[in-house]
Each structure stands twice: as C-alpha cells, then as structure tokens.
C-alpha cells in the first residue's frame, strides 16, 4: 500500500507540472548530452594522442656542405643516444623521389621542383615520442653539418590545445546548463509541494514521517533525471551516427580522426545517465529541507 501510494504520488505530481516537467527533462537532456559529448570528445582526443604522439618523427636536415666526417658523426651519435629507437638516412634523391610520390596528384608541382632543393636528412623515431625536444637540443641547428632540426611535436601539441579547449568548452556549457537544469529542479520542486501542501499536512498529522512525505518529490526529480538520461543517450547516438559515422567517415578512413566505438557509448551513456537521476536527486532534497517545510 505504502509503495502504490508513493508511486501515485509521483504520477500525480508529474500530472499536475505537466509543462514544468517536461522543460526539467528537456533542460536535464541537453546538459547530460552535452557533458556526453565532452567526454566522447575526451576519449578521442586519448585516442588520438596515442596515434599521433607514436608517429612523432624528428627530422634532422643537413646543410648543403655538409662533409661525410659530419654525417658519420651525426649517425654515430643517434645510434648510441638512449632516446632514439630508431632512425634512417635520406639522400636528396631519395627525399625526391619520395616527394613525387606523395604530390604525384599535383604533376606541375612536382615538374617545378629542383630535385636539388630536396635536403638529405635523418629521421629519428624516439623512445618517448614526448621527449622531441630533445634532439633538437643534441643537434643545434646551424652546427656540424645541421642545417636544421624540425619535429611534427610542436604542430600536435597545438593540434590538441585546440581539441582540449573544444572539449573544456563543452564541458563548460554542460555545467551552465546543468545548473539550470537544478535551479529548475528547484522550482518545480517547490511548485509541487506547494500544490501538495494540505495532503502532505494531514499526513504528518496522522503520524507519517517526514521521509516519507518528502519520497514522492525526489522520484519525481529522480524520474525526470532518468527521462533527461535518456533523452541524452539517444542524442549520443544520434551523433554518432549522423555526424562521426557519416560526416566523419573520410578522415576516420583515412586514420585522421580515431573511430568512436559503440562501446564508447555504452560506457558514458549509464555515467551520465546515473549523474542526471543523482544530481536530479540530490537537488530535490536539499529543497525540501531549505524551502519547504513537510
């Protein structure tokens, strides 16, 4: 009995709000599906440092009059240097040919290029590919045969400032809007017991607890969390399908951009799902017990 009546309670209560409820869902929706998107973001952006970061080459360009007592010494010393894993050398007609290769779309291009203007090179693969900076402090340009050193480090380290500072602003609008989402709550909270006000009167009269007065107002905050949940997961995977599956499939072919697996999805939906019902929760008591008097 105790159990049908605290449900009707909550079907009544959400009956009664009927337009400030759905807005509490609507508004819960959008701040979880944002802060879903942070962290689908956030797990790309692991991803793709992981990709990128182990094919970090250090290239290592030689001057013109370089001599082959400075070559050698060059070779001599990534070989024995800790950080290096690996390298090679690359003659200019070997840079050349590897220049046509890759422009080979752009005929003119190519057509237009000295073969000679192609430096000779090393390229170092490194033991910690976040250790770049290192190298070029080994072989300062302009200095034994260096013309100079140039990394791909620099260019990902402000390839991901640029991807961390889109998820931050995701998760920056996410909190705004949760918080509205709370302060809505609130109200709706407050509106509820409001209109509830003589029946929750005449049960504490007769003996009930104040837990058990107040139980109704946070399922219904709770229900709306859950609603708002999944209305987010069901966004998560909208985008996942409209925008990174289709938009996204060229780059994601080509190993631009990492995929976004179904379990990705699977993980984050439950997290931010439980967050909405808990932070729904959570607002609903601390309501009562501020501004309602059950």
Known sequence: ????????????????????????????????ALMGTGLVIANMISDMRAIYYDKVQVSIFLADDVTEEQRQTISDEL??????????????????????EQFSQQPALVENTDPDALPESFRVELVNPERYSVI???????????????????FLD?????????RNATIAVAVVQALAALLLISNTIQLAAF???????????????????????IL???LAGLLGGLLATVGLVLT?????????????????IPPVDWGVIATISPVITGAGMLLAAIAAYVTLRLYVRL
Not at 158 to 166: C, E, H, Q
Not at 204 to 215: D, E, I, K, M
């Open 1 to 32: 009995m105790r159990v049908n009546f605290v449900l009707s309670e909550v079907a009544t209560g959400l009956r009664r709000n009927l337009t400030m409820t759905v807005a509490m869902i609507l508004t819960t929706g959008i701040s979880l």
């Open 79 to 100: 070989a024995s240097s800790p950080e290096v894993a690996d390298f090679i050398y690359e003659s200019k007609a070997e840079a050349y040919q590897r220049f046509t």
């Open 136 to 154: 070029a402090q080994e072989f300062p340009n302009g200095e034994n045969g260096v013309d100079q050193v140039r990394d791909e480090g620099d």
């Open 158 to 166: 402000r390839l991901f400032s640029l991807l961390n500072g889109a």
């Open 195 to 217: 209109n509830r006000r003589n029946e929750t009167n005449i049960m504490r009269l007769v003996g009930a607890s104040r837990w058990y007065t107040q139980l109704p107002f």
């Open 220 to 222: 219904e905050a709770a």
């Open 240 to 256: 996942k399908v409209l925008f990174i599956d289709r938009t996204l499939a060229g780059p994601i072919r080509a190993g631009i």
